[in-house]
């Protein structure tokens, strides 16, 4: 075979089923990754994938050449990112998910500090909870908090957060303080993500339904209403430390507050991780492990 063109694109739109997605790995237009594929078809004289409306899906003779084809690209690219690491010329564009006042006061900083080493890199921080595609929206990792759920994706730990319950005065003063995560039922709660609330007591887990009349996915906004008395609040304790240090918030129930909550840096499950992105999260996790 006289050129290799079009072999990339094909792996692309192999692993991510989709011509518009590998466009966007690759940073092309999905005519042009349309075109590469069609010439490279045409060279090697047989169909590689089969079209619908709604997806591309190999043929029996399309994966056969993508098995022996996939390692090709990626001793390429691994070949490309040795001379880059040994340059640590970072370029391009690292797209980053994140949520919450931990990431927002500690992950940008630190992704900061990670920029400032490479000037040549740009930084696109999109502050948003909700679940995300990797392939089709572009990120190239997360960082979320809590139990995540059971998918194809790496989860890296990155922080434990251990929780805490806290209260105005002024609200307990007016109906009581709650000496068990029980008597919570019984209370106003300010729920932010999740309205079923986990306690440990000697190794032992309690899942508690609370309800209360106000509730949002911002801690700010769960700080504030707590703060004016709205009811109690239970979140990781770096929301709560400094209006707990001036007394502003009084702790409850700690004897029953979870430590095993943690932020994660969450990514696809890919044999290659472009330099960018495998270097920030390297310099995240270093950063964390202080």
């Avoid at 518009?20 to 092309?28: N, P, R």
């Avoid at 595609?133 to 251990?162: C, M, Q, T, W």
């Avoid at 068990?180 to 039922?185: A, F, I, M, R, S």
């Avoid at 979140?235 to 409850?252: A, Q």
């Amino acid at each position: 075979m006289d050129s290799f063109d079009g072999i990339i694109e094909f792996v692309h739109v192999a692993q991510s089923q989709g011509f518009s997605s590998a466009a966007k790995q690759l940073g092309c237009s999905t005519s042009h990754i349309s075109r590469q594929i069609s010439k490279l078809e045409k060279r090697l004289g047989c169909a590689l994938f089969v079209r619908t409306t709604r997806l591309v899906s190999l043929t029996p003779s399309g994966l056969n050449y993508f098995h022996q084809c996939k390692d090709l690209v990626t001793g390429l690219q691994q070949a490309n990112d040795q001379l880059n690491s040994q340059q640590l010329n970072l370029a391009g564009t690292l797209r980053v998910s994140v949520a919450g006042t931990f990431a927002e006061q500690q992950v940008v900083p630190a992704l900061m500090e990670f920029a400032l080493k490479h000037p040549e890199l740009s930084i696109d921080i999109d502050f948003n909870s909700r679940k995300i595609n990797f392939v089709e929206d572009g990120f190239d990792f997360a960082i979320r908090y809590g139990k995540l759920e059971d998918s194809g994706l790496i989860a890296r730990k990155l922080k434990a957060h251990p929780m805490m319950a806290v209260a105005s005065q002024q609200y307990l003063d007016k109906h009581g303080t709650p000496t068990t995560p029980n008597e919570l039922k019984n209370h106003s709660c300010i729920i932010s993500n999740n309205e079923h609330w986990l306690f440990e007591h000697n190794n032992m887990q309690q899942n508690i339904k609370v309800d209360g009349r106000w509730k949002s996915n911002n801690a700010s906004a769960v700080l504030n209403a707590c703060l004016q008395g709205l009811g109690i609040a239970y979140m990781p304790e770096h929301n709560f430390v400094s209006s707990v240090d001036n007394g502003k918030l009084k702790p409850i129930l700690k004897e029953y507050w979870r430590k095993d909550s943690f932020s994660w840096i969450v990514y696809q499950n890919k044999q290659f991780l472009p330099l960018r992105v495998r270097l920030s999260i390297d310099h995240l996790l270093k950063h964390f492990s202080k």
